[in-house]
């Protein structure tokens, strides 16, 4: 996949079709400090915009493997174009991550990117739903925690794991860091 031929494109529609969105996944996480090879683009966008969003991968010759009110994924037969993932954002804590996004540039384009605490939260929540994932998302989770300790809302961070009854994993991962 050509990470930033996509991302030029898919920015350049958000930008013309007025599309609120911010950078989330493999590619958010430099952001926070954590190197990790990613081979798809995610992104998070108001649920309201998701059929414009449709008509924008259409356009460009996606195809939606995957589609609820939650999540999209498309992906190309074309490998430059590779895979695009999406979040729909509706429910208070993705409305919220939206709304805290902050503009980093990325490719030469300034976009809003999440916080690492929300990066967190992403990575708890799918860490759960599927534990294929566990691994991976829990190593992603204890390296920003470690590259942000004195900079993280330490109190969003225990929230999202207290949604998922999870903050004895927290304590753990804070006693690996001490």
Do not use: C, W
């Amino acid at each position: 996949m050509n990470l930033k031929k996509v991302f030029e494109i898919l920015v350049t529609e958000f930008e013309k079709e007025k599309i609120e969105f911010a950078l989330i996944g493999g590619l958010a996480l430099q952001f926070a400090g954590v190197s990790r090879a990613t081979v798809d683009i995610d992104f998070t966008v108001l649920l309201e915009q998701s059929d414009t969003i449709f008509k924008i991968m259409s356009k460009y010759g996606y195809k939606a493997i995957h589609r609820t009110q939650d999540v999209a994924n498309f992906f190309s037969q074309f490998a430059e174009l590779g895979r695009v993932d999406y979040l729909f954002a509706h429910r208070k804590y993705a409305l919220k991550m939206l709304k805290r996004a902050g503009y980093k540039e990325i490719f030469g384009l300034k976009v809003k990117v999440i916080m690492p605490e929300d990066l967190i939260g992403l990575k708890v929540q799918s860490s759960f739903n599927d534990k294929q994932r566990y691994n991976q998302d829990m190593a992603d989770i204890e390296a920003i925690i470690s590259k942000n300790f004195n900079n993280l809302d330490m109190k969003l961070v225990r929230e999202y794991f207290k949604l998922f009854d999870r903050e004895n994993e927290l304590d753990k991962i804070f006693g690996t860091l001490k």
